[in-house]
Protein backbone atom coordinates (compact mmCIF):
# COMPACT_ATOMS: atom_id res chain seq x y z
CA UNK A 1 0.00 0.00 0.00
CA UNK A 2 1.63 3.13 -1.48
CA UNK A 3 -1.29 5.53 -0.79
CA UNK A 4 -5.02 6.35 0.50
CA UNK A 5 -7.37 8.31 -0.38
CA UNK A 6 -10.16 9.63 1.93
CA UNK A 7 -13.68 11.08 1.16
CA UNK A 8 -14.13 13.46 3.95
CA UNK A 9 -18.52 14.31 4.50
CA UNK A 10 -19.55 11.21 6.44
CA UNK A 11 -16.10 9.89 6.45
CA UNK A 12 -13.72 11.59 8.28
CA UNK A 13 -16.40 13.65 10.12
CA UNK A 14 -20.16 13.14 11.20
CA UNK A 15 -21.89 15.75 8.54
CA UNK A 16 -25.19 14.31 8.38
CA UNK A 17 -25.06 14.48 12.63
CA UNK A 18 -23.96 18.01 12.19
CA UNK A 19 -26.24 19.70 9.73
CA UNK A 20 -28.75 17.90 12.23
CA UNK A 21 -27.56 19.45 15.11
CA UNK A 22 -26.79 23.17 12.89
CA UNK A 23 -30.50 23.14 11.76
CA UNK A 24 -32.40 22.72 14.88
CA UNK A 25 -30.06 25.27 16.42
CA UNK A 26 -31.03 27.77 13.60
CA UNK A 27 -34.39 26.69 13.69
CA UNK A 28 -34.73 27.28 17.76
CA UNK A 29 -32.63 30.31 17.52
CA UNK A 30 -35.90 31.63 15.24
CA UNK A 31 -38.28 30.55 17.48
CA UNK A 32 -36.85 32.60 20.05
CA UNK A 33 -37.19 35.79 17.60
CA UNK A 34 -40.60 35.07 17.25
CA UNK A 35 -41.18 33.03 14.33
CA UNK A 36 -44.61 31.01 15.37
CA UNK A 37 -44.49 28.20 13.25
CA UNK A 38 -44.50 24.63 14.73
CA UNK A 39 -40.83 23.58 14.70
CA UNK A 40 -42.02 20.21 12.88
CA UNK A 41 -43.50 22.26 10.27
CA UNK A 42 -40.27 24.16 10.33
CA UNK A 43 -37.94 21.09 10.39
CA UNK A 44 -40.19 19.46 7.54
CA UNK A 45 -39.77 22.24 5.30
CA UNK A 46 -35.95 23.17 5.77
CA UNK A 47 -35.65 19.23 4.79
CA UNK A 48 -37.43 19.80 1.41
CA UNK A 49 -35.59 22.73 0.84
CA UNK A 50 -32.43 21.52 1.03
CA UNK A 51 -33.47 18.51 -0.97
CA UNK A 52 -34.46 21.05 -3.50
CA UNK A 53 -31.46 23.55 -3.78
CA UNK A 54 -28.66 20.96 -2.35
CA UNK A 55 -26.09 21.72 0.29
CA UNK A 56 -23.88 23.97 -1.40
CA UNK A 57 -27.00 26.42 -1.67
CA UNK A 58 -26.81 29.57 -0.12
CA UNK A 59 -30.82 30.51 0.80
CA UNK A 60 -32.05 28.18 2.41
CA UNK A 61 -33.03 30.10 5.14
CA UNK A 62 -34.77 33.17 3.02
CA UNK A 63 -36.74 30.35 1.34
CA UNK A 64 -37.60 29.04 4.41
CA UNK A 65 -38.56 32.23 5.59
CA UNK A 66 -40.79 32.89 2.15
CA UNK A 67 -42.48 30.08 2.51
CA UNK A 68 -43.62 30.46 6.13
CA UNK A 69 -45.23 33.86 4.82
CA UNK A 70 -42.18 35.82 6.76
CA UNK A 71 -40.14 36.93 3.21
CA UNK A 72 -38.95 40.31 4.96
CA UNK A 73 -38.83 39.63 8.41
CA UNK A 74 -34.78 39.79 8.57
CA UNK A 75 -34.60 39.72 12.44
CA UNK A 76 -35.92 36.01 12.71
CA UNK A 77 -33.76 35.58 9.21
CA UNK A 78 -30.63 36.49 10.25
CA UNK A 79 -31.29 34.82 13.56
CA UNK A 80 -31.50 31.67 12.16
CA UNK A 81 -28.81 32.31 9.78
CA UNK A 82 -26.48 33.13 12.90
CA UNK A 83 -27.04 30.38 14.71
CA UNK A 84 -26.37 27.72 11.60
CA UNK A 85 -23.18 29.18 11.35
CA UNK A 86 -21.96 30.10 15.06
CA UNK A 87 -22.61 25.74 15.34
CA UNK A 88 -19.75 25.77 12.84
CA UNK A 89 -18.00 26.37 15.95
CA UNK A 90 -18.29 23.30 17.49
CA UNK A 91 -17.48 21.16 14.45
CA UNK A 92 -14.67 19.33 15.82
CA UNK A 93 -16.96 17.28 18.18
CA UNK A 94 -18.41 15.69 15.33
CA UNK A 95 -14.82 14.39 14.20
CA UNK A 96 -15.12 10.75 13.36
CA UNK A 97 -14.16 8.57 16.09
CA UNK A 98 -10.65 7.32 14.89
CA UNK A 99 -10.11 9.54 12.59
CA UNK A 100 -6.92 11.49 14.36
CA UNK A 101 -6.15 7.77 15.34
CA UNK A 102 -6.17 6.39 11.55
CA UNK A 103 -4.19 9.76 10.39
CA UNK A 104 -1.13 9.51 12.55
CA UNK A 105 -0.94 5.80 12.27
CA UNK A 106 -0.40 6.23 7.90
CA UNK A 107 1.75 8.89 8.74
CA UNK A 108 3.69 6.98 10.88
CA UNK A 109 4.18 3.90 8.13
CA UNK A 110 5.24 6.57 5.59
CA UNK A 111 1.47 6.28 3.79
CA UNK A 112 0.57 8.78 1.68
CA UNK A 113 -2.67 10.71 2.30
CA UNK A 114 -4.88 12.19 -0.27
CA UNK A 115 -8.42 13.83 0.17
CA UNK A 116 -10.71 14.05 -2.58
CA UNK A 117 -14.27 15.13 -2.06
CA UNK A 118 -16.99 17.08 -3.71
CA UNK A 119 -18.27 20.49 -2.95
CA UNK A 120 -17.59 23.96 -2.65
CA UNK A 121 -13.80 24.48 -2.35
CA UNK A 122 -13.84 27.47 0.70
CA UNK A 123 -16.37 25.46 2.14
CA UNK A 124 -14.49 21.82 2.35
CA UNK A 125 -11.42 23.57 3.38
CA UNK A 126 -13.16 25.54 6.24
CA UNK A 127 -14.49 21.96 7.54
CA UNK A 128 -10.78 20.76 7.80
CA UNK A 129 -9.09 24.08 9.48
CA UNK A 130 -12.35 23.04 11.83
CA UNK A 131 -12.01 19.90 12.03
CA UNK A 132 -7.78 20.35 12.50
CA UNK A 133 -6.79 17.59 10.07
CA UNK A 134 -5.70 20.05 7.47
CA UNK A 135 -2.10 19.28 7.53
CA UNK A 136 -2.53 15.53 7.37
CA UNK A 137 -2.90 15.15 3.60
CA UNK A 138 -0.35 15.13 1.17
CA UNK A 139 -2.67 16.66 -1.62
CA UNK A 140 -6.56 17.99 -1.55
CA UNK A 141 -8.79 17.63 -3.95
CA UNK A 142 -11.99 19.42 -4.05
CA UNK A 143 -13.99 18.77 -6.91
CA UNK A 144 -17.23 19.56 -8.64
CA UNK A 145 -20.04 17.77 -6.62
CA UNK A 146 -21.49 16.46 -9.72
CA UNK A 147 -21.27 12.45 -9.30
CA UNK A 148 -20.76 11.75 -12.72
CA UNK A 149 -17.41 10.57 -12.77
CA UNK A 150 -15.75 13.48 -14.56
CA UNK A 151 -15.39 14.72 -11.08
CA UNK A 152 -12.04 12.06 -10.37
CA UNK A 153 -10.25 13.92 -13.72
CA UNK A 154 -8.03 15.84 -12.42
CA UNK A 155 -7.14 13.84 -9.13
CA UNK A 156 -6.06 10.68 -11.72
CA UNK A 157 -4.03 13.27 -13.61
CA UNK A 158 -2.01 14.16 -10.56
CA UNK A 159 -1.82 10.32 -9.12
CA UNK A 160 -0.49 9.53 -12.56
CA UNK A 161 2.62 11.62 -11.82
CA UNK A 162 3.24 9.86 -8.46
CA UNK A 163 4.16 6.79 -9.96
CA UNK A 164 1.62 4.51 -7.53
CA UNK A 165 0.10 1.67 -9.22
CA UNK A 166 -3.70 2.12 -8.47
CA UNK A 167 -3.64 -1.28 -7.02
CA UNK A 168 -1.13 -0.07 -4.85
CA UNK A 169 -4.24 3.07 -2.84
CA UNK A 170 -6.65 2.71 -1.14
CA UNK A 171 -10.30 4.74 -1.61
CA UNK A 172 -12.14 5.10 1.99
CA UNK A 173 -15.70 6.94 1.65
CA UNK A 174 -19.40 6.16 2.55
CA UNK A 175 -20.98 6.11 -0.39
CA UNK A 176 -21.86 2.81 -2.82
CA UNK A 177 -22.07 5.01 -6.03
CA UNK A 178 -19.26 7.74 -5.81
CA UNK A 179 -16.85 6.71 -3.62
CA UNK A 180 -16.84 2.97 -4.05
CA UNK A 181 -18.02 1.87 -7.67
CA UNK A 182 -16.30 4.75 -9.65
CA UNK A 183 -12.86 3.94 -8.38
CA UNK A 184 -12.91 0.24 -8.17
CA UNK A 185 -13.77 0.93 -11.52
CA UNK A 186 -10.06 2.51 -11.92
CA UNK A 187 -8.51 -0.06 -10.21
CA UNK A 188 -8.34 1.13 -6.66
CA UNK A 189 -8.67 -0.89 -3.55
CA UNK A 190 -12.20 0.22 -1.48
CA UNK A 191 -13.44 0.33 2.33
CA UNK A 192 -17.03 1.52 2.59
CA UNK A 193 -17.36 3.40 5.80
CA UNK A 194 -20.97 2.75 6.85
CA UNK A 195 -21.60 6.10 8.71
CA UNK A 196 -23.82 8.48 7.83
CA UNK A 197 -27.37 8.60 5.83
CA UNK A 198 -26.52 6.30 3.16
CA UNK A 199 -25.44 3.64 5.63
CA UNK A 200 -28.91 2.15 6.60
CA UNK A 201 -27.93 0.05 2.82
CA UNK A 202 -25.15 -2.11 3.95
CA UNK A 203 -24.61 -4.00 0.85
CA UNK A 204 -21.23 -3.14 -0.68
CA UNK A 205 -18.98 -4.22 -3.68
CA UNK A 206 -16.47 -2.49 -2.04
CA UNK A 207 -12.82 -4.74 -1.06
CA UNK A 208 -14.00 -4.11 2.90
CA UNK A 209 -16.50 -2.52 4.69
CA UNK A 210 -16.26 -1.20 8.57
CA UNK A 211 -18.41 0.36 10.77
CA UNK A 212 -16.17 3.16 11.67
CA UNK A 213 -12.46 4.23 11.17
CA UNK A 214 -11.35 2.06 13.71
CA UNK A 215 -12.17 -0.75 11.78
CA UNK A 216 -10.45 0.64 8.49
CA UNK A 217 -7.55 1.48 10.88
CA UNK A 218 -7.56 -2.67 11.75
CA UNK A 219 -8.25 -3.17 8.02
CA UNK A 220 -5.11 -1.44 6.79
CA UNK A 221 -3.24 -2.90 9.81
CA UNK A 222 -4.19 -6.55 9.38
CA UNK A 223 -5.17 -7.14 5.68
CA UNK A 224 -2.96 -4.82 4.15
CA UNK A 225 0.20 -4.13 6.38
CA UNK A 226 -0.04 -7.35 7.70
CA UNK A 227 0.15 -6.26 11.32
CA UNK A 228 -1.26 -8.05 14.14
CA UNK A 229 -3.82 -7.28 16.31
CA UNK A 230 -1.19 -6.52 19.39
CA UNK A 231 0.64 -3.88 17.24
CA UNK A 232 -2.59 -1.48 17.17
Partial sequence: MK?????????????????LFARRQAIEAMKLRGLDAPAVKQWKMLDQIYKEFGSNFEGHYNI??????????????SAGVSAHHAAKNLLSYFISPGCFDLLLFLKEKQVKIFLLTGGVPVKQWDKLNLLGIADF???VFVVEDKHDGSQLEKFLNFYEKTGFERRDCFMIGDREDVDVLPMKKLGFKT???????????????AD????????VKKILAEKVLLKSPETL
Fill in 3 to 19: AVVFDLDDTLYLSTRFN
Fill in 64 to 77: LMERLGHKNDYKIL
Fill in 137 to 139: FDE
Fill in 191 to 205: IRVLQGKYSKNNRTR
Fill in 208 to 215: FKAKNLFE
